[in-house]
């Protein structure tokens, strides 16, 4: 991979009316702007990489421009004979937040994914390399989605509705301190981080792309579908998180993802004479598990950061919530895991609730946390709930507390600027490739299956054994196979590459 810089002696300015309301409205002083410069690469591996890096410049808000600006990083990597013609391929990333600009193997597997074509990476307006990064370091340490499986939500109390305190708290305290800094938080969805790709699109030279999206990062991608159908002549949503499937009301979407424990179970019994004999009501074992936990629940002493200790409590929603974040690296171990708890021998969950790993003070990492929650909770739009909504939904099923998305935004200070059709079905005809990993209950191939109703020409792949991002040869495959022909068949006989580990019994 070499850096043949796109030569840009100036910056590009382009002035164009913004989406949703008439050119015609807008006075010169207010019409929209954005640019595009050449600048150092923002991370160490870009310059490893040698990638061709940008600085995009636009407007905060598109559509009523207030002279606020939003400043993004943009990163090109130009294969090694390239054509001209080829469509290059963006990359939307995930989390929501999480910058992989500064992790060389995280885009050495893009690359590798993308072959011979161009690959155009950034951080979206609010991650932490853009300006103004949204950050809310203390959200990490309440986060379910964060914090993993030791977050204030799911063990500090044995009272459901006592967990939430923690959380409410710090989602209000992260709105007022973005307001205070001079952000519109409202301003940072899918829609504007669409209208930021097609600008960058547009500054550098491209008629069409090929949306590539990571978890969220695909709802984003699709959305840029959505708002700029002319743009893109096929996508690639990988693990993907759909926006108006994420954001349903909590209970919906969690019962949707338990199901996918219940189908690890009924995969168990099917290949193995020892599942069925332990299991024979597999249907019923999650839930009687559960139970047990909520009749007696796990309770251990960790030491706290002040130097004394900190009471956890593990019970049947903490199980659920676990099962969900650590699936993929312990589904053969789960039907023993059941069967001890329903006969109360607990030995086995120290080490599934990860104590000995339990870390009093966490941090945000590569993410831009008050944009996660800006993201979450602005793409639902009017749907978004009220305090008595999420509060309600815990009730119901306290296990929301883990699965984050959305009982959270509740608490969030606004809705998000998007337009009422924001979270309508998705329509498309162009080709699209899904990727899944099949231990993956966040988002596994029943996203595919929705969009599938409501969009004509989607191909899926379902990787054995693997969980959220799956990394193997066969993903690298697949994709340049689509690439190199989105309308044709794939061959996706290479999805059970990766065995499947002996089921746990006894």
């Given at each position: 991979?070499?850096?043949?810089?796109?030569?840009?002696s100036?910056?590009?300015?382009?002035?164009?009316g913004a989406?949703?309301?008439?050119?015609?409205?807008?006075?010169?002083s207010t019409a929209?702007?954005?640019?595009?410069?050449p600048?150092?690469?923002?991370?160490?591996?870009?310059?490893?990489?040698?990638?061709?890096?940008y600085?995009?410049?636009?407007?905060?808000?598109w559509?009523?421009?207030?002279?606020?600006?939003?400043?993004?990083?943009?990163?090109?990597?130009n294969?090694d004979g390239a054509s001209?013609?080829?469509?290059?391929?963006?990359?939307?990333?995930?989390?929501?937040g999480?910058s992989?600009?500064?992790?060389?193997g995280?885009?050495?597997q893009?690359?590798?994914d993308v072959?011979?074509?161009?690959?155009?990476t950034m951080?979206?307006?609010?991650f932490?390399?853009?300006?103004?990064?949204?950050?809310?370091?203390?959200?990490?340490?309440?986060?379910?989605?964060?914090?993993?499986?030791?977050?204030?939500?799911?063990?500090?109390?044995?009272?459901?509705?006592?967990?939430?305190?923690?959380?409410?708290?710090?989602?209000e305290i992260?709105?007022?301190?973005?307001?205070?800094e001079g952000?519109?938080?409202?301003?940072?969805n899918?829609?504007t981080?669409a209208?930021?790709?097609?600008?960058?699109?547009?500054?550098?030279g491209?008629?069409?792309?090929?949306?590539?999206?990571?978890?969220?990062g695909?709802?984003t991608?699709?959305?840029?579908?959505?708002?700029f159908p002319?743009?893109?002549?096929?996508?690639i949503?990988?693990w993907?998180?759909?926006t108006?499937?994420?954001?349903?009301p909590?209970?919906?979407?969690?019962?949707?993802?338990?199901?996918?424990?219940?189908?690890?179970?009924?995969?168990?019994?099917?290949?193995?004479?020892?599942?069925?004999?332990?299991?024979p009501?597999?249907?019923?074992?999650?839930?009687?598990?559960?139970?047990?936990?909520?009749d007696?629940?796990?309770?251990?002493e960790v030491?706290?950061?002040?130097?004394?200790?900190?009471?956890?409590?593990?019970d049947g929603a903490?199980?659920?919530?676990?099962?969900?974040l650590?699936?993929?690296?312990m589904?053969?171990?789960?039907?023993?895991?059941l069967?001890e708890?329903?006969s109360?021998?607990?030995?086995?969950?120290?080490?599934?609730?990860?104590?000995?790993?339990y870390?009093?003070?966490?941090?945000?990492?590569?993410?831009?946390?008050?944009?996660?929650l800006?993201?979450?909770?602005?793409d639902?739009?009017p749907?978004?709930?009220?305090?008595?909504?999420?509060?309600?939904?815990?009730?119901?099923?306290?296990?929301?507390?883990g699965?984050?998305?959305?009982w959270?935004c509740?608490?969030?200070?606004t809705?998000g600027?998007?337009p009422?059709?924001?979270?309508d079905?998705?329509?498309?005809?162009?080709p699209?490739?899904?990727?899944h990993?099949?231990?993956d209950?966040?988002?596994?191939?029943?996203w595919?299956?929705?969009?599938a109703?409501?969009m004509s020409?989607?191909q899926?792949?379902?990787?054995?054994?693997?969980?959220?991002?799956?990394?193997?040869?066969?993903?690298?495959?697949?994709?340049?196979?689509f690439?190199?022909a989105?309308?044709?068949?794939l061959?996706?006989?290479?999805?059970n590459?990766?065995?499947?580990e002996?089921?746990?019994v006894?």
């Amino acid at each position: 991979m070499t850096g043949n810089r796109r030569a840009l002696s100036i910056v590009v300015a382009v002035v164009v009316g913004a989406l949703g309301s008439p050119a015609s409205a807008q006075d010169e002083s207010t019409a929209p702007t954005s640019t595009l410069a050449p600048q150092d690469c923002v991370t160490e591996a870009l310059v490893a990489l040698e990638a061709d890096c940008y600085l995009f410049t636009g407007e905060e808000d598109w559509d009523e421009p207030n002279g606020n600006l939003v400043r993004i990083p943009v990163a090109v990597f130009n294969a090694d004979g390239a054509s001209p013609e080829r469509p290059p391929v963006v990359f939307f990333p995930g989390g929501p937040g999480y910058s992989s600009l500064g992790s060389q193997g995280y885009l050495e597997q893009l690359l590798e994914d993308v072959g011979d074509r161009t690959l155009v990476t950034m951080d979206h307006r609010g991650f932490i390399h853009a300006e103004p990064a949204l950050r809310c370091p203390a959200y990490a340490e309440v986060s379910p989605y964060h914090e993993i499986v030791h977050t204030p939500a799911i063990t500090s109390s044995a009272d459901p509705l006592k967990r939430i305190e923690p959380v409410a708290e710090q989602v209000e305290i992260c709105y007022q301190k973005l307001v205070s800094e001079g952000v519109d938080p409202a301003q940072y969805n899918q829609y504007t981080v669409a209208r930021d790709v097609d600008e960058i699109r547009r500054h550098l030279g491209y008629t069409t792309i090929r949306p590539y999206g990571s978890s969220t990062g695909s709802g984003t991608a699709l959305s840029y579908i959505q708002y700029f159908p002319e743009a893109a002549d096929a996508a690639i949503f990988g693990w993907p998180w759909f926006t108006h499937l994420r954001s349903r009301p909590p209970v919906d979407e969690f019962y949707t993802a338990k199901q996918r424990f219940t189908e690890i179970m009924a995969l168990c019994v099917e290949q193995s004479e020892g599942c069925r004999e332990l299991h024979p009501d597999w249907m019923l074992a999650i839930d009687r598990a559960r139970r047990a936990l909520d009749d007696q629940p796990y309770v251990v002493e960790v030491e706290a950061g002040n130097g004394g200790t900190e009471r956890l409590y593990f019970d049947g929603a903490a199980l659920l919530d676990t099962l969900y974040l650590l699936l993929p690296s312990m589904y053969a171990e789960l039907p023993v895991l059941l069967d001890e708890i329903e006969s109360g021998d607990y030995s086995r969950l120290r080490s599934f609730f990860l104590v000995d790993d339990y870390e009093p003070e966490t941090g945000p990492g590569n993410y831009a946390l008050g944009y996660f929650l800006a993201h979450v909770c602005n793409d639902m739009g009017p749907n978004k709930p009220s305090p008595e909504d999420s509060t309600a939904a815990v009730k119901r099923e306290p296990a929301v507390l883990g699965f984050e998305p959305p009982w959270v935004c509740g608490w969030w200070g606004t809705q998000g600027d998007v337009p009422p059709e924001h979270n309508d079905l998705p329509r498309s005809d162009i080709p699209v490739l899904t990727i899944h990993g099949q231990m993956d209950p966040c988002c596994g191939p029943r996203w595919s299956e929705q969009i599938a109703r409501t969009m004509s020409n989607v191909q899926s792949i379902v990787m054995q054994g693997l969980g959220h991002s799956p990394v193997n040869a066969c993903r690298s495959k697949v994709v340049q196979e689509f690439l190199l022909a989105p309308g044709s068949d794939l061959d996706t006989s290479c999805a059970n590459e990766v065995a499947l580990e002996g089921w746990v019994v006894e």
